[in-house]
C-alpha cells in the first residue's frame, strides 16, 4: 500500500490541480475546516483518524499580495503560526513534513539564488513565508520547497520584460513533487530563468510587453539556481 500524504490546504489552487492530474501518490486533501492550522487540537484529530506518513503543508495566505502589507495579523496567523502548529504535530507524530515556501524569501537583486544564499525577503508575503520556514527548519524531517509557480493558463493581458523569474505552471510542480519526497532540506522548485514576458509569450501570442515602473517595489531579478533541482530530475529512476 502506498504512503498515505496529507495534504493542507486541500481545497486551494495547487490542491485542485494536484487532484485533477495526480497519477502515482495517495493523497488525502483535506479542507480548511477539517484541518484548522491554528487549531492543534483540530490537526492531532485529523492526523490521528487518517495516519498519515508524510504532510505536504500547502495551505497558506497569498493572494492578493497586498493582503500582506493591509492586515499582518492574518498573514503571521496564518503563513507563520499556522505553519508552526503543523511543524509541531509533525515531529509529535513523527511525520515526514513537506513546506511549500517562495522565492520571494530571496532579496531578487542580483537572480540565481542557491539555497545557500542568505535570505532577505522584499515584502511581507516573503516574510510570512520565512517566517514560516523558520520553524520547519528547527525539525530535521522536513523538506522546504522554494517554490515560483502561476496558474495555467497566464492570467494577465500584459507581462513585464525586464523582470526576470523562474515561473512554472501548477501541472509542472505536479510532475516534480514524487522525484523529491523522499528529499530533507531546502530545494528551490521552479522553471526556466527568463522575462515574465517571455514565459508568458509562449502560451500566449497576444499577451502584451510592458515595464515595471523604476518605482516599483518588485526587484527585477528573482531567478534562482535551480541545478540541485536538476541534479535530482536526472538521478531520478
Known amino acids: 500500500m502506498k504512503k498515505l500524504i496529507l495534504v493542507t490546504g486541500g481545497n486551494g489552487r495547487f490542491a ?24 492543534i487540537k483540530s490537526i492531532d484529530k485529523l492526523i490521528k483518524k487518517i495516519n498519515p506518513k508524510i504532510i505536504i503543508h500547502c495551505a497558506a495566505l497569498s493572494r492578493p499580495m497586498n493582503i500582506h502589507e493591509k492586515n499582518i495579523s492574518k498573514s503571521i496567523d496564518l503563513n507563520i503560526i499556522g505553519t508552526a502548529n503543523i511543524t509541531k504535530a509533525s515531529e509529535k507524530n513523527k511525520i515526514k513534513l513537506i513546506y511549500f515556501s517562495t522565492g520571494y524569501v530571496y532579496e531578487g537583486k542580483k537572480g540565481n539564488y542557491s539555497e545557500k544564499d542568505p535570505v532577505k525577503p522584499f515584502n511581507n508575503y516573503g516574510l510570512s513565508k520565512l517566517g ?13 520547497l522554494r517554490i515560483t509557480m502561476t496558474e495555467k493558463p497566464f492570467a494577465h493581458k500584459e507581462a513585464f520584460s525586464n ?31 527568463q522575462s515574465v514576458y517571455s514565459f508568458a509569450k509562449k502560451y500566449n501570442k497576444k499577451v502584451k510587453k510592458i515595464k515595471t515602473n523604476i518605482n516599483n517595489t518588485l526587484p527585477l531579478n528573482q531567478t534562482m539556481n535551480l541545478n540541485k533541482l536538476k541534479k535530482i530530475m536526472k538521478n531520478y529512476n
Open 16 to 39: 485542485n490541480v494536484l487532484k485533477k492530474n495526480n497519477k502515482f501518490l495517495n493523497f488525502y486533501f483535506a479542507s480548511k475546516k477539517e484541518c484548522n492550522i491554528l487549531d
Open 132 to 144: 514560516g520556514e523558520c520553524s520547519v527548519a528547527m525539525y530535521k524531517n522536513s523538506l522546504i
Open 163 to 193: 523582470l526576470k523569474t523562474n515561473f512554472m505552471f501548477h501541472e509542472d510542480l505536479v510532475k516534480i513533487l514524487p522525484k523529491v519526497l523522499n528529499k530533507k532540506g531546502v530545494i528551490n522548485i521552479g522553471g526556466k530563468s
